[in-house]
């Protein structure tokens, strides 16, 4: 689930789920919804299928390895569907629907969540939804699919979490998961079955059409051992709005990654099941006191995007940062809210939690790397795929995007297919600030982290900050930017021959724009489909399902356990006699290098974890550094500022 729910102030909390329930009262039927849709003229299915074959064909970047890879041709597919629609006339032309789900098809047939046909009004905004959440768990019994979550005010009997679901309208629940991951993009095996567990309960409409039954049938076990069943209507209603607001593509806007789905599916978790966090959020926004969090859970001004607290296991006692999402445009204000959170983190290890974050601003998740370790961060470097509408864009668009302008004019006489790679993130920016904690740290994967989150894990792993501990075989594997249509047509706004035209009635479409590429030791290998392998592979149990990630954290104490910490500090630096003396404190640490102002200005040994270094000539320095190895290798620093 996106959030866990908050304790808080009693004023707060009836209120919200008073709100919350009044909200999903109003929900609608599906044969009422449904009654409403389809206003579609011929000409507007014309444009909406011109617009995505110029996305597609020119704008795309993923276009070379989808067809490789899955042997599509959705190019092809739409100049397919546009002849039909050429042939058909108003009284002709098939309902609506069929129009949405073949369009729909043919996106879907690229498995790439980046790249969507998002339907128009009605559907834009709102969810289908049973109102309750199905996880997945494993023992040595093998797989089983329970139920986590239920909304408030909805009772069936027997039914709570922690029942097994064994049939799925009939049909067997493994079997009905994988149906309906087979009809939902994932860029891999276990991005695809995580989609169909997802979608039994909840789809946004934005991208996926309303369900084609009615009602579910559902076959429980309670927890007597008594088998039910329970036939649930699917509903309608207006999903949370979404935490940001459109900005002109320019800067940050141009540099977003993200997973519409995830992002959809979250805000609406949030809404069925953790009102509390809509209340605190809403506190916060009107500048009102929030309710208070769970006893040892360490308070955030940012509670959609951080948990912090501290956890209790066998191993020890450690830290952890949940980041529900990347999405917050305020990037200064991101980063220092997750320094002001490490801070408060215990020096003995972290788990730092990104499962089911579907990414968002691209620069929050690598310079939030730097933090974490002493190395310098390498940003990915991202490619266009070179076609003339591509080339126009960057040429009309020099001040974003006049770095890869040179390799793609020189591609209208090699013939590359791609441009020169080049990095998104400023890689002043993702060192600006530096190591600011130094325990070990593991990262916690799941296959619904996709985009700015996959880059994030990329990073992590590729700059060797820690062990990833992944509960599936691999990350959403989503490796790219991505831009609505309606940022393409801004960009060419000012060009009486652009080819891309308005939509209709609140339709549009997203397309990977520009490639990642990993770094490292897997420098130049893409992100896209084959997302990040953890090191340590794990499977969620009952009890994590049930008991707060209880044997998650076990596991990832036991791997934190075996990590041995590294840490400096400058506990003083004094100017006296024209020279910078500091004290420096280290742990497991056997060689200092000190720089002065970046540059190289001295080097110790240490025995006893304590130097006192004098760097002559250095009383007006700025700023310190202090570099700290280990049996050779670099494991900490620390930068202090000084005049």
């Known amino acids: 689930m996106a959030h866990p729910a908050h304790s808080s102030t009693p004023d707060f909390i009836p209120q919200a789920a008073e709100a919350v329930r009044e909200h999903l009262a109003a929900a609608t039927g599906l044969p009422a919804f449904l009654a409403g849709a389809g206003t579609l003229t ?41 002849r039909r629609l050429e042939r058909q006339t108003e009284a002709t032309k098939p309902v609506e629907w069929l129009f949405h789900t073949e369009m729909s098809e043919i996106f879907h047939s690229m498995r790439d969540l ?94 996926h059409l309303p369900p084609f039954e009615e009602w579910v049938t559902v076959s429980y076990i309670d927890a007597g051992g008594t088998a039910h069943e329970l036939r649930e209507k699917w509903r309608i209603v207006d999903n949370l709005p979404t935490f940001v607001r459109a900005q002109a593509p320019t800067g940050i806007a141009l540099a977003e990654g993200l997973d519409l789905d995830m992002d959809e599916a979250n805000r609406a978790k949030v809404m069925l099941f953790a009102p509390k966090v809509v209340a605190r959020q809403k506190a916060l926004e009107a500048g009102e006191a929030a309710p208070e969090v769970h006893a040892g859970e360490i308070s955030t001004s940012m ?20 980041i529900f999402t990347f999405l917050e445009r305020d990037v200064e204000g991101f980063i220092n809210e997750f320094v002001r959170l490490l801070r408060q983190m215990p020096d003995r290890g972290l788990i730092l939690d990104v499962r089911d974050n579907g990414g968002g601003v691209i620069f929050n998740a690598e310079f939030a790397l730097q933090t974490l370790t002493p190395r310098r961060i390498t940003p990915e470097p991202t490619q266009f795929i070179n076609t003339p509408l591509n080339l126009r864009i960057c040429r009309e668009n020099q001040e974003d995007l006049g770095a890869w302008l040179p390799s793609m004019e020189q591609a209208v006489e090699i013939g590359t297919t791609y441009s020169s790679a080049v990095a998104l993130t400023p890689e002043d920016g993702a060192n600006a600030i530096g190591q600011q904690y130094f325990g070990p740290v593991v990262l916690i994967t799941n296959a619904r982290c996709y985009s700015a989150t996959d880059i994030f894990a990329a990073g992590f792993q590729d700059h060797q900050i820690g062990p990833v501990l ?20 801004d960009l060419l706004a000012g060009d009486p021959e652009t080819p891309y035209r308005p939509l209709p009635k609140g339709a549009g479409m997203r397309v990977a724009i520009r490639r990642s590429l990993r770094v490292g030791t897997n420098s130049g290998t893409p992100v896209e489909d084959l997302g990040i392998t953890p090191d340590v592979p794990y499977r969620m ?15 990832a104490g036991e791997v934190l356990k075996g990590i041995k910490p590294h840490a400096v500090n400058i506990t003083d630096a004094t100017a006296a006699g024209g020279a910078l003396r500091l004290k420096v404190k280290a742990t497991n640490i056997d060689r200092l290098d000190v720089y002065v102002d970046q540059r190289p200005r001295a080097s110790v040994d240490l025995s006893d974890g304590q130097a006192d270094v004098t760097v002559p000539d250095a009383a007006a320095a700025h700023s310190a550094r202090v570099e700290g190895f280990a049996d050779g290798e670099l494991v900490a620093s620390k930068t202090a500022q000084l005049n």
Do not use: C
Not at 49 to 57: E, G, I, N, P, T
Not at 156 to 169: C, K, L, M, Q, R
Not at 470 to 489: F, I, P
Not at 544 to 554: K, Q, R, T, V, W
């Open 42 to 82: 011929l000409a507007e299915r014309r444009l909406i299928v011109d617009q995505a074959l110029l996305m597609l064909d020119q704008n795309y970047v993923h276009m070379p390895l989808k067809s490789a890879m899955y042997a599509v041709n959705p190019v092809q597919r739409l100049r397919v569907m546009r």
């Open 114 to 207: 980046h790249t969507n046909y998002l339907l128009p009004a009605p559907y834009a905004g709102k969810i289908a939804f049973l109102p309750f959440l199905v996880e997945r768990y494993e023992d040595t019994q093998g797989e089983h699919f329970m139920v986590t979550h239920v909304a408030q005010g909805f009772s069936a009997p027997g039914f709570a979490p922690g029942v097994e679901i064994t049939h799925w309208s009939g049909i067997p629940i493994a079997k009905a998961v994988d149906l309906n991951a087979a009809r939902f993009a994932g860029s891999n095996a276990a991005a695809r079955r995580s989609r169909g567990v997802q979608s039994l309960t909840l789809r946004s409409l934005v991208i």
């Open 303 to 322: 509670p959609k995007v951080f948990r912090a607290q501290e956890v209790q296991t066998s191993a020890g006692t450690f830290g952890y940062i949940r």
């Open 470 to 489: 992944g509960t599936d075989e691999n990350t959403g594997a989503g490796g790219a930017n991505v831009w609505e249509h309606k940022a393409l047509a």
């Open 541 to 555: 149990t009952r009890r994590d399902l049930l008991e707060g990630n209880a044997d998650l954290f076990e596991r």
